[in-house]
């Protein structure tokens, strides 16, 4: 079984400063799918970027980068320029698609970050 | 809003009661999910749906949880004769079969709290 871990339960920095956040996995799956999902206080929890396991190039979306590292199993979100609205919960999660298609996410224990003015 | 709905938003019950959930998806996606996610924690898979089958269900899923999809649009989600064990945020997410990199959309939650 696959498990996803985030080793960092709260981060907290200031207004416009790049942060960091860590995730690993355990999988002996070669085709797969890694997620950064963002939930807000009290909202829905969205997409922030998506990483396919079979393309060598990290994926970007604006201020949101990650370095996937395929051989060691890790998959960091960057946070550019971070704003009041990045405060969130950040959940790493993990996807194997079969020949059925979509399938469950397998989340990690997610991160509190805090953006301070 | 052409996102996901659940209903209620908020649910306080007494131990022992039945509580059901419902979860309206997207309207043109085939696939739904349900997750837990307990304070703290990381959401939980515990079963889904390609239109009205139910393919998958978690080993959290005791017997006392029942899935429906009967119509392949809407779900409901029951827990009979909950525990207080069960006090939990229930997440219901939706996507396509073979989506634009098999993206889930999640609706807002449903949380249960168990006197």
């Known amino acids: 079984a696959q498990t996803v871990t985030q080793s960092q339960p709260e981060m907290s920095v200031q207004e416009a400063e790049t942060v960091t956040l860590s995730c690993t996995y355990d999988?002996?799956?070669?085709?797969?799918?890694l997620f950064w999902y963002k939930q807000p206080p009290s909202r829905q929890m969205i997409l922030v970027i998506r990483?396919?396991?079979?393309?060598?190039q990290n994926a970007t979306e604006n201020r949101f980068s990650v370095n996937f590292q395929k051989a060691a199993k890790s998959f960091s979100l960057k946070i550019s320029d971070s704003q009041l609205g990045d405060t969130a919960m950040y959940f790493c999660?993990?996807?194997?698609?079969?020949?059925?298609?979509?399938?469950?996410?397998?989340f990690g224990q997610g991160t509190r970050l805090t953006i301070n003015p | 809003d052409t996102g996901v709905s659940q209903d209620p938003r908020h649910k306080i019950t007494k131990r022992g009661q039945n509580v059901t959930f419902r979860c309206d998806p997207i309207?043109?996606?085939?696939?739904l999910y349900w997750y837990r996610q307990t304070l703290g924690q990381g959401p939980e898979f515990l079963t889904y749906?390609?239109?009205?089958?139910?393919?998958?269900k978690s080993r959290l899923l005791s017997d006392r949880f029942s899935a429906e999809r009967p119509k392949g649009s809407f779900s409901t989600l029951e827990i009979q004769r909950t525990e207080q064990g069960d006090s939990a945020m229930y997440l219901c997410?939706?996507?396509?079969?073979?989506?634009?990199?098999?993206?889930?959309?999640f609706g807002p939650g449903t949380r249960l709290t168990v006197l």
């Open positions: 999988t002996s799956e070669n085709n797969y799918y």
């Open positions: 999660a993990f996807m194997k698609p079969n020949f059925q298609g979509a399938q469950k996410l397998v």
């Open positions: 997410a939706s996507s396509l079969e073979w989506g634009r990199d098999n993206e889930q959309f």
């Open positions: 990483q396919e396991a079979y393309k060598q």
């Open positions: 309207s043109e996606h085939n696939r």
């Open positions: 749906f390609q239109n009205e089958a139910q393919l998958e």
